[in-house]
């Protein structure tokens, strides 16, 4: 008996020794401290957000597509010259009814409707002569002189960029604009 005590007692004997007891693994993710709860919320908010603007600006953008659409589908079956020029001619006066308020784009015509087109576009196309090609084209009778399809390709080409480029124009610009109009009708 006595040797059983004896090797109960070593404490060199491997008898004695117990295996060692790991805790369980713990996943270094979670539980996630408070402060990735708020980035993934605010995450979130900024996202709903962001998709919220992209739908009002793809909202407030849709005259725009579909004024383009209806240019395509008049060049791929043109008229006649002169009433395509015509339907231009209207898709414009629509497309700028639908962008801007029809108090200050309604009556606008000749010179002062093609300063206008200028002015929200950007670039000089329709006073340089081009506006007044469309209008003779437009509104002239039958018999009118051979129009070159370049001419007409300039007219398509400066009405699709007018339309996807238009950008709104302050009120001092706009009565200029239409400061020409009330300066023709009382002439």
Do not use: C
Not at 147 to 152: A, N, P, V
């Amino acid at each position: 008996m006595r040797a059983e005590t004896s090797e109960k007692a070593d404490p060199a004997s491997l008898s004695g020794l117990h295996d060692i007891v790991l805790p369980e693994p713990v996943a270094p993710w979670w539980p996630l401290a408070p402060g990735w709860y708020l980035l993934g919320g605010v995450t979130l908010l900024l996202a709903i957000w962001g998709l919220w603007l992209m739908r009002q600006r793809r909202l407030a953008n849709r005259y725009r597509l579909e004024a383009v659409a209806a240019l395509h589908a008049l060049r791929r079956d043109p008229p006649d010259p002169g009433e395509t020029a015509a339907a231009i001619l209207v898709l414009l006066k629509r497309t700028a009814l639908g962008a801007y308020p029809r108090i200050d784009v309604a009556g606008l015509n000749g010179a002062a409707w093609w300063r206008f087109l200028d002015l929200s576009g950007g670039k000089t196309r329709f006073t340089d002569g081009l506006g007044d090609f469309a209008e003779k084209l437009a509104y002239a009778q039958h018999g009118v002189e051979e129009t070159s399809s370049r001419d007409l390709k300039r007219l398509y080409r400066a009405a699709e960029q007018w339309i996807r480029r238009h950008r709104p124009l302050d009120h001092s610009s706009l009565s200029a604009a239409s400061a020409d109009t009330a300066y023709q009708t009382e002439a």
